[in-house]
């Protein structure tokens, strides 16, 4: 009964900026810990942000640190990743997940050119 829907992916040139949503359908969202990862074909699914339920506590993977912000806003039921100073190597296709539930969204893609 629980859903994500990721949006605000889109083509920016190196440098720029983003702004992920991930909005979320159900009653558990203020209780779970919840993150970001990232696929390029022929790329294994990776890490790039976590958050605490209540958002105090965050992790990023090292190779965002600095540039990228994970936020949620538990009264919208809605999660974010600000993404600043993109660059070619960001390219992919970012999914949010609800980790207790396994449960993962369509995906946003998001393309960096050079």
């Known amino acids: 009964q629980v859903s994500l829907v990721e949006s605000g992916g889109g083509l920016v040139q190196s440098g720029g900026s983003l702004r992920l949503s991930c909005a979320a359908s159900?009653?558990?969202?203020?209780?779970?810990?919840m993150g970001w990862f990232r696929q390029t074909p022929g790329k294994e699914r990776e890490f790039v942000a976590r958050i605490s339920p209540g958002g105090g506590v965050t992790s990023y993977a090292d190779s965002v640190k600095g540039r990228f912000t994970i936020s949620r806003d538990n009264a919208k039921s809605t999660m974010y990743l600000q993404m600043n100073n993109l660059k070619p190597e960001d390219t992919a296709v970012y999914f949010c997940?609800?980790?207790?539930?396994?449960?993962w969204g369509q995906g946003t893609q998001v393309t960096v050119s050079s």
């Open positions: 159900g009653r558990t969202f203020s209780f779970n810990s």
């Open positions: 997940t609800i980790f207790a539930y396994d449960l």
